[in-house]
């Protein structure tokens, strides 16, 4: 099917259809809430009502054993030893959110085992080291007495840091999540990892967040001699899992199975924190008065943590949520949001720019299914934000970079179904350097070789998507009638949430709808859309406030009386102390007059 913006991805079984209305109103009834969600669940694979249960009520003891990933209890029994022994640890992160919580979990559980354990962090500048584990911090490291360094969120390709730690006498235990690399050659060190050659841990979609979170759990557990650890400990891991989940949905990896069960305590704990940074960065955020959600830390939370990455150093953040008191705290916390600004800033500049010269260059055509785009004045620290901006408007692969002394580096996204860290490795021979997964990833190019590059990565891109398949997907979960959407029910799909990668919030297909009045432009520059949509049945007519966001433009192609489908999602509006349902709407179509 195909609305006015996206082509639409219908995933319910023709059989899981939505109720005709002829039936008693089964979503007025006493399991109102389960009727949409188990719809919705069996669209998506789910229909073993145990599975159903499990996926309704994530449990803690539902996690897998942290000692099943491969050398996690290896390293829990080195760390422990280190510690014991008095040995100085430095915890080595990464510059985004995932790094810096992973970084920050481990500390914390160190701390907790021995207050004065001489337990450092280290995080290397975005713009000066780049990327993961290099020589000559580990060697500085060395130089100021560290004995054992743990990465985070890192490490697994550091082939050549791994030779220079052990000639250094340095102990490095390698905690990643990425892709293995391509030539099957791995570093000289203890390797945690959920994906190592052999593992049969289920979830090998652990962030690094998730990875120190359970060596952080392994550790409790060695330090305890039991499986059962002591309540310090039992709270200090409890304090840790807001960190986890805001690594977790930052790093947009599947918010499924064990990623759901982490995210989702994580966040109910989030707002009883006792971290002083976390309550630091709530309170500038101002959501101190807000639930928080996974939309809320997407947005609002993890944006400003990766800002200063980006723009600054992200060694300040890792400070707020270890060390810092409350007055560095806040201050930090308030720096993050400055910092933020400027990223946003600039970002806006750069996306500008990088459209303009994509479409100049022929890149957002049919024939040329992928965007490679440099330039010397834009910022390293957004090009991968920027990339995504591409993606969205563009639907297609993007690779922004910085063009400078002769050297391009930067960062691409993707889209559903091409693989970019596959397509990188069929164009290795015009590449420095390069690393990620299937949906992003880091490169570096000699500038010479951009032109050959830039050609090899669209024949890439041209090879592997259809040109229908240049119109962004909407996926629709299933069916459904306005009379389905009461309060009860609307209310009962906040039990689907976490909300994020894999696990999306629900979309609703509505049939032959009908326009009741003049849409109305709302917003800045009427730059929104107010759409009121009837629907009439054998129990009645049902009317829906319905918002579509960005679409003012399009308010003189809606008029009172058509009809249409909908792809929406219903949402609770607050006003006033009373609680109404509305609607989202994300596409329409215009129905057939015959």
Known sequence: MRGMTRRWKLQEAAADGPTTGTEPDASRGRHADRVLIERILRSRGIHDST????????????????????????????????VRSGRTV?????????????????????????????????VPHRLEEGYGLNAEALRQLRRDGADVV??????????????VAKEIGLELIIT????????????????????????????????????????????????CQSERVSDVFKQALMQLLPLAALGTIADIVPLTGENRILTAFGLRLIRSTELTGLKALIKASELESDSIDAEKVGFVLGP????????????????????????????????????????????????????KRAEEAGMTLDDRRGIVLAHPDWHPGVVGIVASRLVDRFGRPAIIMRDLDGQCQGSGRSVDGFN?????????????TFGGHHAAAGLRLQSSALPAFTEAFIAQANAAIEINELVPVLHIDCSASLTEFSLPAVEGLQKLSPFGKSNRKPTFLLTDLAVDEAPRQMGSNGRHLMVRLRQDGPNGRRLVRAVWWNAGSRVSEIAPGMRLDAAIEPKLNHWQGRTSVEAEIRDVRVRSES
Request: charged share 20%; aromatic share 6%.
């Open 304 to 355: 400003r943590l990766n800002a200063i990455g980006r723009m600054g150093h992200a060694a300040d953040a890792v400070r707020l949520f270890t060390e810092a008191n409350d007055a560095d705290a806040m201050s930090i916390a308030q720096q993050l949001a400055q910092y933020n600004k400027e990223r946003q800033k600039t970002e806006r500049r750069i996306v500008d720019q990088a459209c």
């Open 420 to 432: 970019l860290h596959q397509a990188l490795m069929r164009c290795e021979s015009h590449l420095d």
């Open 90 to 122: 430095a915890i080595y992160g990464d510059y985004d959110v995932d790094g810096i919580t992973a970084t920050s979990i481990l500390f914390h559980i160190i701390r907790t085992a021995e207050p004065k354990a001489d337990v450092r962090t280290y």
């Open 51 to 82: 599975a159903i249960e499990s996926f309704c009520d994530p449990r803690l003891s539902n996690l897998h054993p942290p000692n099943h990933i491969p050398n996690n209890a290896r390293a829990a029994e080195r760390l422990v030893d280190a």
């Open 176 to 223: 990643d999540h990425h892709e293995m690399p391509t030539d099957g050659i791995l570093p000289d060190a203890l390797i945690v990892h959920p994906r190592l050659p052999g593992s049969a841990y289920p979830n090998g979609d652990l962030c690094g967040a998730g990875v120190a979170f359970k060596l952080a759990w392994q550790f409790a557990i060695e330090w």
């Open 150 to 163: 743990v990465s985070v969120d890192s490490g697994v390709t550091a082939v050549e840091p791994a030779a």
